[in-house]
């Protein structure tokens, strides 16, 4: 990150003249050099938070770690407030109440600490839905790093994909699917997970590996039992490189999860889930997208496997330096596991367990201040079909979200 950050500087103190005067107004800096191709998006938000913590070292604070070898403290947080406006449409029968409601979607409170270069601490709690978004210990070297504590599992590129930075507000329906707890439809096969995790990089190719508890955290006990008393493992690794006007990223990701598959958990039904992603920025323009699919043991049924597989396309373009513009697409085949419109569209209320979903949202940002201050909204469209026991054959949810973000 030093040659990184030394080229931002140099680049910045060019155009700015002055380095307080960059660390003051970095946002429309760092996403003008994204867009460059200078910098990546998780380039950028690593330098967004060191330049906070530089203009945090110049300033007086109040703030006094309760450690002495506390070299740097950091205090951040995060508000969403979110509507949700749908409703839902079944086929030959009864709809369900429609979602009409104001909620405050996350309540981030962080806290980080650093103990020289090397260690590091980051407690993020999230009030809103009562969990730890982070709670790892980390060691430094260079490119490399350690975390040991509570993370996210490194599978699922829209998963891993900042909550601060999603365009379409919401993940796709695949990716929740996928990612989200095991419902007997959803996969939970990825997401907050305790454990050992390592990460690195040498030249334009990163890489990585986890060994965790295979459970989600909050979906099962503290303690080893017959549904989680082994180990997962995960390894991820991909290329990123520059472009004339831009930059792009490709991986890979895979996860071993012993005892999490079939329709409840239990020993012997094993998980399975496999990722692959891409992602390249032209100018105004990005367009993203990822492929997941498993093998779940038991999956259908307790005699029938389930190997479920979807993919998500985003395009987002930058209308003006404020107003950027964001469609997406996703499509979910369960093959015979089942998904209810509310497994996938968030606040969507229920249509019944289907085979298929396929969900669409087009909407817009407005960059108050980029991502630290900003107002998006969008139409969501979703349909499931292909009757699953008895539900019926079709049906549709739409209508509008919208979303206010501040960060600090």
Same mark, same amino acid.
């Given at each position: 990150?030093?040659?990184?950050? @030394? ?9 700015l003249?002055s ?9 429309p ?7 460059k191709?200078?910098?990546?998006? =998780?380039?950028a ?7 906070? =913590? ?20 950091? $205090?951040g947080?995060r ?7 749908l409703? &839902? ?27 020289? @270069?090397?260690? %590091?601490?980051?407690?993020t709690y999230?009030?809103?839905? %009562? ?23 490194? $599978? ?5 994909t ?10 796709s329906?695949?990716?929740r ?12 096969? @990825? ?25 989600? /955290? ?8 017959? &549904?989680?008393?082994?180990?997962? #493992? ?14 792009? &990223?490709?991986?890979?990701? /895979? ?9 409840? $958990? ?10 692959? #992603?891409?992602?390249?920025?032209a ?23 389930? %190997? ?5 396309? $985003?395009a ?9 513009g ?32 396929d ?21 969501? #469209? ?14 549709e ?12």
């Amino acid at each position: 990150m030093l040659n990184l950050k @030394s080229k931002l500087f140099a680049t910045a103190a060019f155009l700015l003249g002055s380095s307080f005067a960059i660390a003051q107004d970095s946002g429309p800096l760092v996403e003008a050099l994204v867009r460059k191709g200078i910098l990546t998006g =998780q380039e950028a938000e690593e330098l967004r938070a060191e330049l906070l =913590q530089d203009v945090a070292a110049a300033t007086p604070v109040m703030a006094v770690p309760g450690a002495k070898p506390v070299t740097k403290l950091a $205090l951040g947080a995060r508000l969403q407030i979110q509507y949700a406006g749908l409703s &839902t449409d079944i086929a030959n029968a009864a709809d369900p109440a429609d979602t009409n409601h104001f909620f405050l979607r996350r309540v981030y409170l962080v806290t980080k600490a650093s103990f020289g @270069s090397n260690w %590091s601490m980051n407690i993020t709690y999230d009030a809103a839905e %009562s969990l730890f978004d982070a709670a790892v210990v980390q060691y430094k070297n260079g490119s490399n790093t350690v975390d040991i504590g509570l993370r996210k599992a490194p $599978l699922g590129f829209e998963e891993l994909t900042s909550s601060g930075s999603l365009k379409a507000i919401e993940r796709s329906g695949v990716t929740r699917y996928f990612i989200e707890p095991n419902n007997g439809r959803r996969l939970g096969a @990825s997401g907050y997970r305790i454990g050992l995790f390592t990460d690195g990089s040498v030249g334009n190719f990163f890489y990585g590996a986890a060994v965790t508890n295979p459970e989600r /955290v909050g979906s099962s006990t503290d303690n080893g039992n017959a &549904t989680n008393n082994n180990q997962a #493992y995960w390894a991820h690794g991909g290329f990123k490189g520059k472009l004339a006007e831009g930059a792009f &990223t490709v991986g890979a990701a /895979v996860g071993l999860l012993p005892d999490q598959g079939g329709k409840t $958990l239990g020993a012997g039904n094993d998980l399975t889930i496999w990722s692959l #992603y891409g992602d390249i920025t032209a100018g105004n323009f990005q367009l993203s997208a990822e492929y997941l699919t498993a093998d779940v043991d038991r999956g259908a049924s307790a005699t029938v496997d389930a %190997s479920p597989s979807g993919y998500w396309v $985003l395009a987002s373009y930058k209308i003006t330096p404020k107003l950027e513009g964001v469609v997406r697409y996703s499509s979910l085949d369960t093959d015979g596991r089942g998904v209810n419109l509310s497994d996938s569209v968030r606040s969507a209320p229920g249509g019944g367990t289907m085979d298929k979903l396929d969900e669409f949202f087009v909407g817009a940002n407005y960059y108050i201040q980029g991502n630290d201050l900003k107002w998006q909204f969008g139409y969501v #469209y979703g349909k499931s079909e292909d009757t699953i026991a008895g539900a019926p054959a079709e049906a549709e949810t739409s209508g509008l979200r919208s979303q206010f973000q501040i960060n600090f």
